[in-house]
C-alpha cells in the first residue's frame, strides 16, 4: 500500500495567487481529514469528509479555504487567494472507518510559503 | 483556546534512560488518547493509544498512562534509544462512546532528543 499521497510536497507562491494541494488517501478508507501545522498553533483541523461528504469545516480559517473530494481517491484543499500568514504545512490523513478508536494515516504534507 | 496542552517544547534524554512525555487535556469530554510520532519532512505516525476506560496501556517499550481525575495523561519510552529523536504529539478525541465530534484535536508536540 502506496499510503497516503499529497502533492505538491513544496509550494512557493506569491501572495494572492491560487494554491491547490492534491490528496490521495489510502484506497478503501472512508474518511479523510485536512490538517495545518504551524509552530504556534501546531495541528490544526481544517476540515473532514466521510464517504466524501464534508461532515465539519469549522476549521476552516477563511472563505480563502475550500476543500473538495469528489469522489473516494482525490481530495483538493484550495486557498484564493493566498496569503503570507497561510505559509504552513498542511497535512491530508483518511481513517479505514468512522470509529474513533481507528488511527489516522497521514501523508507527507505540502510545505506551503507565500511570499 | 488549547484544549490539549503539551507544555515542554521539547526535551533531552540520554539514550538508555526513560523518556516521560507530558500532555494535559481540558475538554472533559475526551474519551480517547493517542500519541503520534513524526520524523522530518514526514507526516505523523500512529504510535499508541488509550481510551479512557483505562489508566494504562503498554506496547513495548512505550507506556500510556491517563489520569482522568487530572486530566492528565503520558508516555513512557523505556529504554529510550536514537531512533526515539521526533516529535511527539499528544491527540485527543470525544467521539469514542459514540458521540462527541469526529476528528482528532492535537497538541503543539514535544520535541524529543536522545542523546548518546
Known sequence: DAGVIQSPRHEVTEMGQEVTLRCKPISGHNSLFWYRQTMMRGLELLIYFNNNVPIDDSGMPEDRFSAKMPNASFSTLKIQPSEPRDSAVYFCASRPGQGMTEKLFFGSGTQLSVL | ?116
Not at chain 2, 484544549?3 to 517544547?9: A, T
Not at chain 2, 493509544?49 to 507506556?63: A, H, L, Y
Not at chain 2, 503520558?74 to 462527541?100: M, N, R, T
Request: proline share 5%.
Open chain 2, 1 to 116: 483556546d488549547q484544549q490539549v496542552k503539551q507544555n515542554s517544547p521539547s526535551l533531552s534524554v540520554q539514550e538508555g534512560r526513560i523518556s516521560i512525555l507530558n500532555c494535559d487535556y481540558t475538554n472533559s469530554m475526551f474519551d480517547y488518547f493517542l500519541w503520534y510520532k513524526k520524523y522530518p519532512a514526514e507526516g505523523p505516525t500512529f504510535l499508541i493509544s488509550i481510551s479512557s476506560i483505562k489508566d494504562k496501556n503498554e506496547d513495548g517499550r512505550f507506556t500510556v498512562f491517563l489520569n482522568k481525575s487530572a486530566k492528565h495523561l503520558s508516555l513512557h519510552i523505556v529504554p529510550s534509544q536514537p531512533g526515539d529523536s521526533a516529535v511527539y504529539f499528544c491527540a485527543a478525541s470525544e467521539g469514542y462512546s459514540g458521540g462527541g465530534a469526529d476528528g482528532l484535536t492535537f497538541g503543539k508536540g514535544t520535541h524529543l532528543i536522545i542523546q548518546p
